[in-house]
Every structure is written in C-alpha cells, then in structure tokens.
C-alpha cells in the first residue's frame, strides 16, 4: 500500500502551535513536506516606490522562517526554503516527492488569492488537489451567527453578535513529532541582498526591537499579559508575531482569559477589542473583495483626492513636516517598524487632513516599514481614517490636533 505524502505551504502561519494545516496533515498523511517560498513578489516596489515588504520586516521574516526551520529539524524533519513564485516550485516539488495533496491556510485579500489560485491551477494540471484552512482569525468562519454576505457592516454590532453568539475554537497543540521522509532536499535561507536589499539598505536598517520566531512571539505575549506590564504598546507588542503567524489569535485569546490580565480589565478590553477588529478587517474584505484597496471604498459618491501632493507627502514621510509629534512619530516607524495606535490614528489623520493626496499613498508607506502589516488590517485601518471605511461610525474621528493632544497626555 502507497504511503499518502502531503505537502505543507507555509504562508502566514509560521508556528507549530494552533497550526490546524500541520495538524490535518500529521492526522490525515503517511509523510508531510513542509515548504516556504520567498515570493519575489512581495519584495518587490510598488506604484508609489514604497517596497512592498520593507527591510526591518524583511529581516524579521527571516528569522521567523529560520526559527520553525530549527524547530522542525529537532522533530527530524525539516522546512525546505526557496526563493521563487511558489507556482513554478510547488508542482516540481509534488512531482519531485510524488505529492498526493498540498495543504495551505487561505488568504482573503486579492495579491495572496490570486497567488493561491495560480498555485491551485498550476498543481491541478497535474492532478493535485490544493486543499484550503482558515485559520487567521480569532472566530472560524464557520461558527460566524451569520453567512459572510450577511456580515453586519458596524463593527459595535458584529462584535456583540460575535461575542454573544460564537465561541473561539480550542487551541491546538503543538505536534511532538512530524514525520517527513529521511532525505529531503537539502535548502539554506537566503540572504538579504538574495531577497533583492542592497546594501546600502542593509546598512541603515536600524535599531531592533522585536526577533523573529514562535518562541519570541510567546515571550511578548507573556510580557504583554503581565498585570505589572507598564509599557503602552499594548496590542502592538505582539502583533507583528500575529501578522506573521507566529502567534495565533486563538492561542493569544485563550492566554488571555486564563492568565491574570483579567486585574486590568481597561488592558483586557483593548486587547480583545483589536483581535476582533483584525477578525473583523477580514471578514469585512471576503464579503467586499479589495474594498479596503479602493480609494473611495464602498462610496461612489465619495471623492477623495487621486492625486499625490509631492512636497506635503515628502515632508510627511520623511518627518519633516515641523510639527514635532508628527515627525517624531513618523521617525520611530521608520526607525522600529512599530508605532501603537494612537501613534498611527495620529499620523493617518495628519496625511488625510493635511496632504491634500491620495490616501493609498499612506497606506502604501506603513505597508513598507510596519512590521505587523497584514493586507486587511493595515489597509481596512486607513480605509476607515479616509473616511471610507465599511464601518460608518469609524469613518468619523477627531481631528489630527486633537489626536495629538490627546496622545502628549497618555505620555506625560
């Protein structure tokens, strides 16, 4: 009898804990080929120069696919690594390891589906089913009290549905052993300057808060859940490992409540608030597919400006703006790849109220230097700044000058 070989497409999902594809393929295959593909693609400049992963997300990526790689190796197995469009390296990978299916956690915005359909396309040339998880949300789509057309578009309302009518699904546990064949292809992780960095690029990447890897992402948890916990970046001190997938949403919710975070319920609140607005961005992009990307949203009616007022956006990106809390805000995102969200309401709320330009622009820049930049959120945020967003009441927010003096009291 033929042994079942299963193919595991790491994408955005680079933990072993709470990892339902690993799971199903340990469960459901003789053999499992865990593979990562450094798609050019995304490291690549887009309409309005910005790179589409910038360095200090770049470096952090990885160390994340360096430290699963390690963590597989200790189970006798390993992650093969490639640069390359995992359409052309997926199917000769099948044919190389006499594939049977190949296993992936689908993604909702339209550059990743897309990919995920040129992959399904590629490997059904050849008879191999492309079997799709969902698992990048704190609720599964399929314990939703409602189907994704009927999603209620106010956030306040999906919330307390949610939370009255659903549960989060249990965290799965980390595999203890997973069995691939003896001899897979021997891979390296490829460098910076392999992912198309120069290095001039390199040398001033700057300072380096955050490393990346599961067993890091849990330590930020664990920091974050502390009662004694002083710093104020809350959500954002964790979310790059949760963009990235190296900490589950899931998981995170369930450390929560068994934690004593509970002792500060104003913490507690915020945190649980930003895991349902991530869950809710990417409902939000399923049931209007690209609307986040759409200069006036949902909105004909809507104008905002197309164009880009070069000298305003320069001095907003650049930090040169002359107004302190602009630019030093805007500094430390260039600096750390990590801004809390009073930091980023205040610099969207500047670009949208001062530029005069397009906001895709801004949205482009955090998507270059953020290291917690996920389509949906990123995106679906700044959507919401613009006043376009699928939330009506988020559409509304103070100014930029009262955002600021809002932001010099928490601080003082």
Not at 99 to 122: K, L, P
Not at 258 to 268: A, E, G, I, P, V
Not at 289 to 313: C, Q, R, T, Y
């Amino acid at each position: 009898m033929s042994k079942k070989v299963v193919l595991v497409w790491f994408r955005n999902d680079l933990r072993l804990h709470d990892n339902e594809v690993l799971s199903e393929a340990i469960n459901k295959s003789d053999l499992i080929i865990p593979v990562y593909c450094f798609d050019p693609r995304y490291f690549t400049k887009d309409q309005f120069q910005h790179y589409r992963t910038g360095i200090k997300r770049g470096k952090f990526l990885l160390e994340s696919v360096s430290y699963i790689k390690e963590q597989l190796q200790a189970m006798n197995s390993d992650l093969m690594v490639f640069v390359g469009k995992p359409e052309d390296l997926l199917p000769q990978l099948c044919s190389k390891y006499e594939v049977d299916e190949v296993y992936h956690h689908r993604e909702v915005a339209s550059r990743e589906t897309q990919i995920s359909e040129s992959v399904e396309s590629a490997l059904w040339k050849n008879k191999i089913n492309l079997r799709h998880f969902i698992g990048h949300t704190l609720y599964h789509k399929e314990d939703l009290p409602f189907p994704i057309k009927d999603i209620p578009d106010k956030f306040n309302i999906f919330r307390k549905k949610v939370e009255k009518e659903s549960t989060v699904r249990p965290s799965i546990s980390a595999p203890i052993s997973i069995p691939s064949p003896q001899h897979l292809e021997e891979t390296h992780l490829p460098s910076l300057e392999d992912l198309g960095y120069s290095s001039e690029d390199i040398e001033k990447w700057g300072s380096k808060e955050f490393e990346g890897g599961e067993r890091f992402g849990i330590k930020k948890l664990k920091k974050l859940l502390d009662p004694n916990y002083t710093g104020n970046e809350n959500f954002t001190l964790i979310s790059p490992y949760i963009a990235i997938g190296s900490l589950s949403p899931i998981y995170v919710y369930h450390e929560m409540n068994t934690s004593n975070l509970s002792q500060n319920k104003k913490r507690f609140e915020r945190l649980t608030s930003m895991l349902l607005w991530r869950d809710y961005f990417r409902f939000m992009l399923k049931k209007y597919p690209n609307v986040f990307f759409k200069l006036n949203g949902l909105d004909s009616e809507h104008l905002n400006p197309e164009h880009i007022e070069d000298g305003a956006v320069i001095n907003w990106e650049k930090g040169t703006t002359g107004d302190q809390e602009i630019d030093d805000n805007i500094r430390t995102l260039i600096e750390t790849g990590n801004i809390t969200y009073a930091e980023r309401r205040l610099l969207s709320k500047y670009f949208t109220q001062e530029t005069g330009s397009n906001w895709l622009f801004g949205a482009s820049f955090f998507e270059e230097h953020l290291l917690d930049f996920a389509p949906a959120t990123t995106y679906g945020f700044w959507s919401h700044m613009a006043g376009v967003g699928t939330s009506q009441k988020e559409n509304s927010c103070s100014d930029w000058q009262e955002l600021a003096k809002r932001l010099l009291v928490s601080k003082s």
